[in-house]
Antibody
């Protein structure tokens, strides 16, 4: 059974750095063809892909946020960490992590965590 | 970056009817690398279709996907009450994924 779960602060202040952890089970991020991504969804709005890390440690970021995002993995702990710097109220959203099935260089998300709501406010 | 435009924004239908949702890409999606997701209120998205037409594990056969190039569609052959939700398309033809803005399927 594949599960993913996001953890991190529910509230951050503007300009702070957000650190979110995705802890997963039922698969290994050292397996060829597997990745883990982060997707966010502001309240009442659409999904936005943020970042992805491949099993061989290559990384991809959405261009508009690339300068603020870092994604890393700890294969031994079955965790993926996303950091986002300089948080702003517009970053208020539910943040999801999801397992990615890799097709060539692209990927779709076949298993999702429940999501964690992050509010940015002073 | 490939922009996906979904239409209509909202679709109002009755249970038992057929639903067709559209997803148009700003440029050709290589290898038909397009997925569809269903999202219900308060829940995470669920993968329905990948590769434009392959049904994900456990998805009822009333869901089907089609299309190629820049025009894709999701069809629900006969709507069940649990199918009323928001649907998103996502392209993965490049290493930078993008989602559409969603279509809300509501009960008429």
């Amino acid at each position: 059974q594949i599960t993913l779960k996001e953890s991190g602060p529910a509230l951050v202040k503007p300009t702070q750095t957000l650190t979110l952890t995705c802890t997963f089970s039922g698969f290994s991020l050292s397996t060829s063809g597997v990745g883990v991504g982060w997707i966010r969804q502001p309240p009442g709005k659409a999904l936005e892909w943020l970042a992805l890390i491949y099993w061989y440690d290559d990384k991809r970021y959405t261009p508009s946020l690339m300068s603020r995002l870092t994604i890393t993995k700890d294969t031994s702990k079955n965790q993926v960490v996303l950091t986002m710097t300089n948080m702003d109220p517009v970053d208020t959203a539910t943040y999801y992590c999801a397992r990615a099935g890799i097709v060539a260089a692209g990927y779709y998300f076949d298993y999702w965590g429940q999501g964690t709501l992050v509010t940015v406010s002073s | 970056e490939i922009v996906l435009t979904q239409s209509p924004g909202t679709l109002s239908l009755s249970p038992g009817e057929r639903a067709t949702l559209s997803c148009r890409a700003s440029q050709s999606v290589s290898s038909n690398d397009l997925a569809w997701y269903q999202q219900k209120p308060g829940q995470a998205p669920r993968l329905l279709i990948y590769g434009a037409s392959s049904t994900a594990t456990g998805i009822p056969d009333r869901f089907s996907g089609s299309g190629s190039g820049t025009d894709f569609s999701l069809t629900i052959s006969r709507l069940e009450p649990e199918d009323f939700a928001v649907y998103y398309c996502q392209q993965y033809g490049s290493s930078l994924a993008t989602f559409g803005q969603g279509t809300r399927l509501e009960i008429k």
